[in-house]
């Protein structure tokens, strides 16, 4: 199981040590796959974008026009975390769906 997200992230720590079996993909240092990218972009769409996030809200608009996955593999910070990969599914987030198809809680 990995879990792609930001290793300073509270709510990727809070996933990481309710999945103690998962390993973290850090995707500001270690980067994320264009495949991973492109797969979770076909199941998740523009939800896999976080436009709250103070990265988004520090580009301009001819930065947030640019294509989403070239944003997010620019700027990792704007993808919506954790993204987990568990048995060739991805789960987006730690919500209470994701925690029960998981098996956690």
Known sequence: MLIYGLKNCDTCRKALKALPNARLVDVRDDG???????????????????????TWRGLDEAERARDPLDLIAGHPALMKRPLIEAGGEFYLGWTPDTRRALGVD
């Open 32 to 54: 994320i796959g264009k495949e991973v990218l492109a797969r979770a972009w076909a199941e998740f769409g523009a939800a896999l974008l976080n436009t709250r996030s103070t």
